[in-house]
T-cell receptor, first 116, second 110 residues
């Protein structure tokens, strides 16, 4: 149980285009989903917290107009990187909270984004 | 000072050894303590979580929390090459975002 999927697993796009990443909880309903960014050999950096049916809460320094998050249902959250630039190239990982207290988060396999 | 400190390693041990991974933290309000395992280019996998102080065992893995010292540990017994990964500690106060350590890269040599 507690499986989270992400799609796509990797994507290459040209500078200036937008990319959408999907995060789905496959066997449970997730009230809260989280989006992280991870650079090579570094830890996870929380970008935003997403609650179903409401606006996402962004961490300080994360541009909400650039990283659009939509949590349309209890099993799906999407992250859209708008007008992507090479510095947006990174590993994006989502997680879903099963506990309601954020301590039992299950992570997706991640999406590697390369912007050329 | 970071809220959570974790030695990034790398740590290399022979197969069968007992591995000890540790994190220290500064926020005494943390109540939930987690250990995640992350293989290269994969998402983190939740290994164990512990509430407050004490020990928790799951197979070859044991998690310990010492709130008085603000110190948590993960022990791996009879380590296997398949345990080679990056191990991340994480913690929070409940209903709050997780705060992650930097992660320790572990290699188990056959």
């Amino acid at each position: 149980g507690a499986v989270v999927s992400q799609h796509p697993s990797w994507v290459i796009c040209k500078s200036g285009t937008s990319v959408k990443i999907e995060c789905r909880s496959l066997d449970f309903q997730a009230t809260t989903m989280f989006w992280y960014r991870q650079f090579p050999k570094q830890s996870l950096m929380l970008m935003a917290t997403s609650n179903e049916g409401s606006k996402a809460t962004y961490e300080q320094g994360v541009e909400k107009d650039k990283f659009l998050i939509n949590h349309a249902s209890l099993t799906l959250s999407t992250l859209t990187v708008t007008s992507a630039h090479p510095e947006d190239s990174s590993f994006y990982i989502c997680s879903a909270d099963t506990s309601g207290e954020s301590y039992e988060q299950y992570f997706g396999p991640g999406t590697r984004l390369t912007v050329t | 000072q970071k809220e959570v400190e974790q030695d990034p390693g790398p740590l290399s041990v022979p197969e069968g050894a007992i591995v000890s991974l540790n994190c220290t933290y500064s926020n005494s309000a943390f109540q939930y303590f987690m250990w995640y395992r992350q293989y290269s280019r994969k998402g983190p996998e939740l290994l164990m979580y512990t509430y407050s102080s004490g020990n928790k065992e799951d197979g070859r893995f044991t998690a310990q929390v010492d709130k008085s010292s603000k110190y948590i540990s993960l022990f791996i017994r009879d380590s296997q090459p398949s345990d080679s990964a990056t191990y991340l500690c994480a913690m929070n106060r409940g209903a709050q975002k997780l705060v992650f350590g930097q992660g320790t890269r572990l290699t188990i040599n056959p």
